[in-house]
């Protein structure tokens, strides 16, 4: 990240346009909808996906939601259903996130989708949003733009004074008019389910349903703001290795002999990029995973919680 302030850029055609530019530079940009101001980057660029999580302190590698113009764009991300087809038409552009079965060959980076099969998606209605993405002309991955654990921010004030330089630019278009995050609802089981309550009525999406929203009937994680789960692969993972032993695989970090590496220079945020890709690619092979130690210190807390969490007892 810059050692400079981050910029703050007005909602004009200029301001726009240098948000866009510098989201296309894959960084990060500050910008406002109308629940909360999202920290944006581009969704199909690992890198400044993982400088979202650097930026914020995130602890761990949740889903984050990823932002397009339209209903159109959104197509291109997931798979569509007629359910989504209803509740696009009755709240997109607005406070309702969708999570839908990923689309193969979608582009988005794994660490977007935290390595699920899933994506969460949404079309905000904030004017300098829709501006924003259609200069942009591509999915932005964007959380709240706060540090981890921080109240959400509904003013570019509130953005400066939680990131400061952690953030390229700041798109300054005023107060957020909802000041709530989205509503998740979850269409990617047989019956539409509400993941996180949010500034979109639960009564107004069951009105448009017919039906009532069903609740997660397991605790894993399936959406953001939701507690993290851990992603285990079928095989066998063992932690801390300097070598593969037997028939292992070896997943690197730095400058080793491995079967696949996280960063070949050391770098946390290549690492984080690469990490659920490097393991669905080691899993396919059929064989136990060794992996290598990586430093705990920023990215790498969160890059270590996944391993742990992938390596721990299975019932």
């Avoid at 990617?188 to 069903?214: I, N, S, V």
Wanted: charged share 20%.
């Amino acid at each position: 990240m810059s050692d400079e302030s981050a910029l703050t850029l007005r909602p004009d055609a200029d301001g726009i346009a240098e948000a866009a530019h510098l989201l296309a530079a894959g960084r990060l940009v500050a910008f406002p909808t109308e629940t909360v101001y999202g920290l944006g980057a581009d969704a199909r660029n690992g890198e400044a996906v993982a400088a979202i999580f650097a930026a914020k302190g995130r602890p761990s590698f949740n889903p984050l939601i990823v932002h397009v113009s339209d209903v159109d764009a959104a197509r291109q991300y997931v798979q569509w259903s007629e359910v989504a087809d209803r509740l696009a038409a009755a709240f997109w552009p607005g406070p309702l996130t969708l999570v839908l079965p990923r689309a193969d060959h979608c582009g988005l980076s794994d660490l977007v989708t935290a390595g699920l099969g899933t994506v969460a998606i949404r079309v905000p209605a904030q004017a300098s949003a829709q501006a924003l993405l259609a200069g942009f002309g591509g999915p932005v991955a964007a959380p709240s733009a706060n540090p981890s654990g921080r109240i959400s921010p509904t003013t570019a004030a509130h953005v400066i004074a939680g990131l400061a330089d952690r953030v390229a630019a700041v798109l300054d278009d005023g107060p957020c008019a909802v000041g709530l995050e989205s509503t998740i609802v979850g269409l990617a089981e047989d019956a539409p389910q509400l993941l996180r309550a949010g500034g979109l009525p639960t009564e107004a999406l069951e009105h448009a349903l017919g039906e009532p929203l069903a609740l997660p009937s397991s605790g894993e994680i399936s959406a953001p703001g939701q507690l993290s789960s851990h992603y285990a692969p079928a095989a066998r993972v063992r932690l801390f290795a300097e070598k593969a032993q037997g028939d292992e695989v070896l997943l690197g970090f730095g400058h080793m002999d491995c079967t696949l590496n996280l960063s070949e220079r050391g770098d946390l945020m290549e690492a984080a990029a690469n990490l659920f890709g490097h393991l669905h690619r080691l899993d396919a092979m059929g064989r136990p995973i060794a992996v290598a130690s990586v430093p705990e210190t920023g990215l790498g807390r969160a890059i270590n919680d996944r391993l742990r969490r992938a390596a721990a007892p299975r019932d």
